[in-house]
């Protein structure tokens, strides 16, 4: 970012994850049948990237992300790919959908984690190679430490490797701190955190699940708050750093429910400069426990759903805006949908041009609120 560059968060901004478009959704299933070679998925998948960065720059967003087009999830593909964890059958709470249980794998820990190599730096690199020349901020995201053990909590976590916890979260702060070391080397100054456990540990089932798990819920928003902010230690000083939570979105399902007072202090102490955080239905109660955001930072209200395609009014977001304002300052607020389109390669039950419309009427809602 140069001098002339707000610090993220903007006012209009975005979670990350874009609708897979048909021909990039092709050539993976090509590609996963064995009959498509991986420089043609890399090549399919430069292409896709290139055009949703165009996009984005036309509606006026000055943050742009790669659609997360190259992944199959917003956190396995990254995960996966740490030293010492292994994807497995997830048992624990899953999403509801028309009936069904569905629940995509989940990261276990089963060596000494670590990063012995950079993770998504090159993916990072092409975006803001495509995105630079225009103007726009390249925004990377990745899941954020703590999701190595919300899903499995301490059984997911070897006890002959790690009999100690405070030995695995040391090493999990490490690993973090050289894969954003990576990113930061390739240039990356603003890098999300997607962190669903503090909006997921708002609810009693996922905290019954954790103690069932062999962990007390009451101590993981600090606990997890403690292992952001190691892993955010040798930061640049300009990378913006922001968290987002939810309570989910897999196929336009979500798993928790709940207001945020339980864990908004812990999720709060985080070295970031900002949090964008899901407000879109009653499911994550009321705008009060703002009221504990520091002084200096910024919270981007998810106000705008990804999990339908009915577009919001400008005057109904201008509303809550309004309602956000009388407990935290509107210098502090900005606007965004309350997740992504496609955690997973899925995608959600809404069309492309619902997803561009929605980010379209972010942009015109933040600038008519902010100018």
Same mark, same amino acid.
């Given at each position: ?243 987002? +939570?939810?309570? @989910? &979105?897999?196929? *336009? #399902? ?8 339980? $864990? /908004? !202090? ?77 955690? +997973?390669?899925? @995608? &959600?039950?809404? *069309? #492309? ?8 009427? $972010? /942009? !015109? ?7």
């Amino acid at each position: 970012m140069t001098a002339a560059t707000p610090r993220p968060p903007f006012r209009a901004d975005q979670v990350g994850s874009l609708l897979r478009p048909a021909a990039l959704a092709q050539a993976r299933a090509a590609f996963k049948r064995g009959d498509l070679a991986a420089p043609a998925l890399r090549e399919a998948e430069d292409q896709a990237v290139r055009e949703a960065v165009q996009r984005q720059i036309d509606l006026g967003l000055q943050a742009v992300t790669d659609g997360e087009y190259r992944r199959d999830w917003w956190h396995l593909d990254f995960l996966g790919q740490l030293d010492g964890v292994t994807l497995t059958e997830n048992s624990g709470q899953k999403f509801q959908i028309a009936g069904q249980s569905e629940q995509p794998p989940i990261a276990s820990v089963t060596g000494r984690v670590a990063c012995s190599g950079p993770i998504m730096a090159a993916d990072f690199a092409f975006l803001a190679a495509v995105a630079g020349p225009a103007g726009a901020v390249a925004k990377m995201t990745i899941p954020s430490p703590s999701m190595l053990h919300l899903r499995g909590g301490r059984a997911a976590v070897s006890r002959s490797v790690y009999p100690d916890l405070d030995a695995f979260w040391d090493d999990v702060a490490a690993a973090y701190r050289q894969a954003i070391a990576h990113l930061a080397a390739a240039g990356c100054r603003y890098l999300q955190l997607d962190d669903i456990s503090f909006a997921y540990l708002c609810d009693p089932k996922i905290r019954a699940n954790c103690l069932a798990n062999g962990d007390d819920p009451d101590r993981l928003p600090r606990r997890y708050a403690a292992v952001i902010n190691a892993a955010l230690a040798d930061r640049p000083a300009d990378m913006a750093v922001t968290i987002h +939570t939810c309570r @989910g &979105n897999f196929k *336009s #399902a979500w798993v928790a429910e709940g207001g945020y007072d339980p $864990v /908004v !202090e812990a999720m709060f102490s985080t070295d970031v400069d900002g949090y964008f955080m899901e407000f879109d239905s009653a499911r994550a109660g009321g705008f009060e426990p703002l009221r504990k955001l520091p002084p200096g930072k910024r919270v981007v209200l998810g106000l705008v759903t990804t999990k339908q395609g009915e577009l919001e009014s400008a005057d109904a977001l201008k509303r809550r805006i309004d309602e956000a304002a009388k407990i935290v300052p509107l210098e502090q607020l900005c606007l965004s949908p309350q997740c992504g389109f496609s955690s +997973t390669h899925h @995608g &959600n039950a809404l *069309s #492309a041009d619902d997803q561009w419309r929605k980010l379209e009427r $972010v /942009v !015109e809602v933040a600038r008519s609120v902010w100018g």
